[in-house]
């Protein structure tokens, strides 16, 4: 599907005031700056942001960063939370490529990852752009806390497989928890948060799948 460019939405989404602007600045001090201290927990790939809005309304003692590399999109979770009578105060949002995350956050920095639905790149010469290829874990890696962890979700079945296979070939991750039916799962769905992708697509009857894994 075609992204659609929103004029302006560079300059909106630098001047919000719930946007990181030169992050780059912050490393190492995200959760003493914007946080009190608390854990940092990051959603890579937020699209229009109800996740990531809703676990930071959920557990007020984590702080959430929300990143997302088009800001036409991020655009639009900067307007819900805009349109919100008391928008979180624990969430952040940073309109960055994924790429950049070690020029960004320090080394184990983060407590925690998500990653929701993202773009399957499903021709193998893209492989490299799948945010669960080998590269990037290698990314969360260096960013992510001793026994921090990462939560996988999605409906695709060719990306959850290949998601698997790299987790398991590439050093320094452990297979905490696998389901390929996550709604029927009842301990896994446990306190489950959906994004608007996951209630589109198990409405339809299709089934979520989710892998928990662990930095060792």
């Known amino acids: 599907m075609r992204l659609r460019n929103i004029p302006g939405s560079k ?21 003493e700056t914007f946080f009190d201290s ?25 702080g959430y960063i929300g990143i997302e590399m088009y ?38 920095e983060i407590d925690r990852i998500y990653l929701n639905f993202s773009d399957p790149w ?15 874990l290698d990314l969360y890696h260096v960013i992510l806390k001793d026994g921090g962890q990462i939560e ?18 590439t050093p320094g991750w452990e297979i905490k928890a696998v389901t390929r039916d996550l709604h029927h799962d009842p301990q896994m769905n446990q306190g ?8 589109k697509f198990s409405a339809k009857g299709n089934p979520i799948y989710k892998v928990i894994f662990e930095r060792i």
């Open 152 to 169: 996988f979700k999605t409906d695709n079945v060719d990306l959850f497989d290949f998601s698997l296979e790299s987790i398991e070939e």
């Open 122 to 136: 499903p021709r193998n010469r893209h492989a490299k752009r799948r945010l669960t290829h080998r590269r990037f």
């Open 71 to 108: 800001s036409s999109v991020l655009l639009r979770g900067i307007q819900k939370l805009e349109a919100m009578e008391e928008p979180p105060a624990n969430l952040k949002l940073l309109c960055m490529d994924a790429r950049d995350l070690t020029n960004v956050f320090d080394k184990e």
């Open 38 to 62: 608390k854990p940092v927990h990051i959603e890579i790939g937020m699209g229009k942001g109800r996740f990531i809005t809703q676990m930071a309304q959920a557990h007020p003692e984590n």
């Open 192 to 199: 489950n948060i959906m994004t608007e992708y996951e209630e």
């Open 11 to 31: 300059e909106a989404v630098a001047e919000s005031i719930f946007t990181i602007d030169e992050p780059e600045q912050y490393k190492g001090k995200f959760s």
